[in-house]
């Protein structure tokens, strides 16, 4: 799949970057993004002995040593990258930007490599190259698309996690995410998007008194329930951003009448770490950890959003108790389930445009969850729509691997990350795009309004809150009424 | 030429095939033992077998593959593939070869076929040579190995194919095949030592791409004290 190549406007907006001169200068770094200021003294030496700390102290050698015998330099993953396919630019193939990384590797961490440094006494790691990762390592969406189509079997998504973890190690990384991370586990709200909990706690109730006038059931948001079944962590901007995927959750467990609940001691699913650091996703995983234990929680539940759920999936287990680690599901599993079971009516009538799913790539690539959601949609919604390609083939957003939260690169995001997406919308001619992730709604709309689609981002859970119906004997009928009588 | 020829198709061919064989064991078993060590120090251990046993046979016999993504590259790669690994395997002459050096035989391709596929074997070469030169994407990717290695593979193909099927004179015969075995000891001699050993690891791969995301725990905390960050905020 291919798409078309970018003008020289388009190029010129994409690559504008945000930062002043004086701050280029200053940090000696040139990149898009906004980074703190840091100690730019003798970074070579300083990324190398970080290098050397991570590969004692992980398994990133035992990749290395097996990605550095195996690389066939095929360039497959050029044609399946949306990077490159937009910008054409060849330090984009995701081959080239993984053997940044493995050269420093080769060199300094290999026998050989140290014997032919002596020997040649050249290729030593310098600034320069560092700024070539720094800028190369976040042009990539972390899609992990190139991975599925390189025969040698490397994962290029890997290496730049990899990369950007020791960028970050030496000071190097977006401000957009450090700030938010370091409000997430040293703040004083605990939370990436800084919402108090007495403001979360009125959001709840807020939302909960339009559910009863909207659909006359009592439908809640659960706060501190010892014991639930599931215990629930939704992206945290989603109770500023998706208000509609919150009541649509909760909907659907008044529906089926199983125990949920939010902990106000921890709340946010976000969890940036996979994005750039094993350090932080560690810490943010085992806050997750530790609030499901306060709560005697019996399993984590994570909401609509694709990084929370692959990052609480896969490392809930790596960092807290392997197998005996509290099963970690993603709402749209909790959903199908009760679905099948019969638990959750839908009508058929309420949604009748256009609708296709996007594939979150967190949840798709690895085949976790494909047809469950489709089938949901497939359901009640009688002009469902299919991208192609799609499932674990699916196309990023245009806004993975944590770009999407740094609003500098707004204009390199919809113009370059997404366009192969926005090629795949306007293509399938849908009206409504349903995308279960906090990180894909956001970079969707922001791709749709500056590409100008004529589409409606949402999430599954808005969807269902439109039609979901509910039993007569849950309903309250004359609550919304008295409501209406004492507001007049 | 006679003794150089008995050389290389004696001492210098079986020093070749061990340092081959035993470099390739080397690699295999660094390989696997790594990947033993980082199951060992994962936190979380639970593999996804089928996919990942889907996926390697996916690429080992990438039928699948060829029309997903340049397809005229992936028919020429098979195709060299399997010239590569029959040809010099199942021929009447190597087998003899074989019997004489290690002491094992097995049976022979039919002459047309050995034929047939040396020439494909030939063709596939120069086509990925050719390929790897004028695509924009490979070319600037390769390394140096990369551009050589289809040369190299070419040297002993074209020298047997005409030592095998063309009628040449007993001169040039005897040179072509000093030039075919030197060539081939030659590459037996490479293949640890570059990406040609590929060929025992590519069955690991997408189990130590997969492996490779299972982090040992506790990682934070060994890295602050190595890197002396211990408490400094994020």
Same mark, same amino acid.
């Given at each position: 799949?291919?798409?078309?190549? *970018? ?28 980074? +703190?200021?840091?100690? *730019? ?88 190259? *560092? ?17 599925? +189509? ?63 006038? +909207? ?26 951003? +998706? ?32 994005f750039y650091s094993d350090r932080i996703l560690e810490r943010v995983v085992k806050k997750i950890d530790s609030e499901t234990r306060r709560l005697k929680g019996k399993n984590v539940l994570i909401g609509e959003c694709g990084h929370a759920s692959r990052s609480a999936k896969y490392f809930l287990p790596t960092y807290c108790g392997g197998k005996g680690a509290y099963p970690v599901i993603n709402i749209m599993e909790y959903t199908h389930k009760i679905w099948k079971e019969g638990r959750l009516k839908l009508d058929p009538n309420v949604v009748t445009e256009k609708v296709a799913y996007h594939d979150p790539c967190n949840i798709a690539r690895q085949r976790w969850i494909i047809d469950k959601p489709r089938e949901i949609l497939k359901a009640f919604c009688r002009n469902y729509v299919e991208m192609t390609p799609t499932g674990e083939n699916n196309i990023c957003c245009g806004g993975g691997g944590g770009t999407v939260s740094i609003d500098e690169i707004r204009s390199y995001r919809t113009t370059i990350g997404g366009r192969l997406k926005a090629d795949q919308i306007r293509r399938s001619g849908c009206k409504i795009l349903v995308a279960p992730c906090a990180n894909c709604k956001k970079q969707l709309r922001e791709l749709v309004e500056d590409q100008k689609i004529d589409c409606e981002v949402v999430g599954l859970?808005?969807? *269902? ?24 | 030429?006679? =003794? ?9 061919? &079986?020093?070749? $095939?061990?340092?081959? $064989? ?9 390989? $696997? ?21 889907? &996926? ?6 990438? /039928?699948?593959?060829?029309? =997903? ?12 593939? /399997? ?11 190597? %087998? ?8 094992? =035989? ?21 086509? $990925? ?13 390769? &390394? ?10 070419? %040297? ?28 081939? !000891? ?14 025992? /690891? ?29 408490? !400094?905020?994020?």
């Open positions: 799949m291919k798409t078309s190549r *970018i003008s020289s406007e388009e190029r010129a907006r994409a690559f504008k970057s945000a930062r002043k001169q004086e701050v280029n200068e200053r940090q000696k770094l040139n990149v898009r993004y906004h980074v +703190e200021d840091f100690d *730019i003294n003798d970074r070579p030496r300083r990324f190398l002995e970080t290098f050397a700390a991570i590969l004692k102290h992980t398994n990133y050698r035992m990749a290395l040593e097996h990605f550095i015998r195996m690389s066939a330099k095929c360039s497959r993953c050029a044609v399946t990258c949306q990077v490159y396919q937009a910008t054409n630019d060849l330090k984009d193939i995701p081959c080239y930007r993984s053997e940044l990384l493995l050269s420093v590797y080769r060199r300094h961490f290999t026998v050989g490599g140290l014997i032919k440094g002596r020997l040649m006494g050249n290729d030593y790691l310098t600034d320069e190259k *560092i700024q070539e990762m720094a800028e190369n390592f976040w042009n990539c969406t972390a899609c992990r698309r190139c991975s599925m +189509e390189c025969p040698s079997g490397i994962d290029h998504g890997l290496i730049t996690h990899l990369g950007r973890f020791i960028l970050s190690e030496i000071g190097i990384a977006p401000r957009a995410l450090v700030v938010s991370t370091r409000e997430q586990l040293e703040g004083a709200t605990g939370n990436t998007s800084a919402i108090p909990v007495p403001a979360m706690i009125d959001t709840l109730d807020f939302l909960e008194e339009d559910m009863l006038e +909207e659909k006359g059931v009592a439908i809640k948001f659960p706060r501190d329930v010892e014991g639930a079944d599931y215990v629930f962590f939704p992206a945290v901007s989603d109770f500023l951003m +998706e208000a509609e995927t919150l009541m649509g959750i909760a909907a659907v467990f008044t529906a089926a009448g199983d125990s949920w609940t939010i902990g106000t001691g921890y709340f946010d699913g976000i969890n940036y770490g996979l859970h808005d969807l *269902i809150y439109k039609a979901i119906i509910f039993d007569d004997k849950l309903k309250i009928k004359d609550k919304a009424k008295d409501h209406e009588v004492v507001e007049e | 030429m006679d =003794s150089m020829l008995a050389f290389a198709r004696g001492p210098l061919f &079986r020093f070749s $095939l061990a340092i081959m $064989l035993l470099g390739l064991a080397r690699i295999l078993i660094l390989d $696997l033992w790594s990947a033993f060590e980082a199951y060992r120090r994962a936190g979380d251990r639970i593999l996804p077998w089928r996919v990942m046993i889907g &996926r390697s046979l996916g690429w080992l016999v990438p /039928i699948k593959r060829v029309f =997903s993504n340049r397809p005229i590259y992936s028919i020429f790669s098979i195709l060299f593939h /399997i010239g590569l690994i029959i040809v010099p395997i199942f021929l009447f002459a190597h %087998i003899e070869l074989w019997k004489s050096a290690v002491g094992i =035989s097995w049976p022979a391709l039919p002459y047309k076929w050995a034929l047939w596929l040396t020439v494909t074997t030939i063709i596939c070469a120069l086509a $990925l040579l050719i390929g790897r030169t004028i695509s924009r994407t490979s070319s600037f990717l390769s &390394r140096k190995q990369d551009f050589l290695w289809p040369v190299i593979l070419l %040297i002993p193909f074209v020298t047997g194919f005409f030592c095998a099927h063309v009628n040449i004179s007993p001169a040039v015969y005897r040179l072509l095949m000093l030039i075919h075995v030197f060539s081939a !000891d030659l590459i037996f001699l490479l293949i640890p030592f570059t990406k040609i050993a590929h060929c025992v /690891i590519m069955p690991l791969s997408q189990f130590i791409a997969t492996l490779a995301w299972k982090f040992p725990p506790d990682t934070d905390e060994k890295i602050c004290v190595t890197l002396n960050k211990k408490g !400094d905020p994020v």
